[in-house]
């Protein structure tokens, strides 16, 4: 059974940094691609960022150059670390698994995790 349990989440004042975690049990880095997404209030579902099977990473235009993700595959655990937080960075974070595809789709996800949540003061 796969698990996906996000953590770091917090408030943090605009221009601070957070890390956040994804901790994946039930599955292998190497055959899933794992995404972050976000949701803000009253907006959809959006991506964030990915890593595929391959280790490639892909970006949403908007956090380039301000968040890096990573992924420890002796811990099954991948990481986005959030830097020069803006207010509109503020979300419910997911983290989410791939088996067959390496997209920025959500309906490609199969496992979702709970969501962290992130508030960033102006």
């Known amino acids: 059974q796969v698990q996906l349990v996000e953590s770091g989440g917090g408030l943090v004042q605009a221009g601070g940094s957070l890390r956040l975690s994804c901790a994946a049990s039930g599955l292998t880095f190497r055959t899933y691609t794992m995404g972050w997404f976000r949701q803000a209030p009253v907006r959809e579902r959006e991506f964030v960022a990915r890593?595929?099977?391959?280790?490639?990473?892909t970006y949403a235009d908007f956090v380039k150059g301000r968040f890096t993700m990573s992924r420890d595959s002796a811990k099954n655990t991948m990481y986005l670390q959030m830097n020069s937080l803006k207010s509109e960075d503020t979300a419910v974070y997911y983290c989410a698994a791939d088996r067959l595809s390496s997209t920025s789709e959500i309906g490609s996800y199969d496992y979702w995790g709970q969501g962290t949540q992130v508030t960033v003061s102006a």
């Open positions: 890593i595929s099977w391959t280790g490639v990473i």
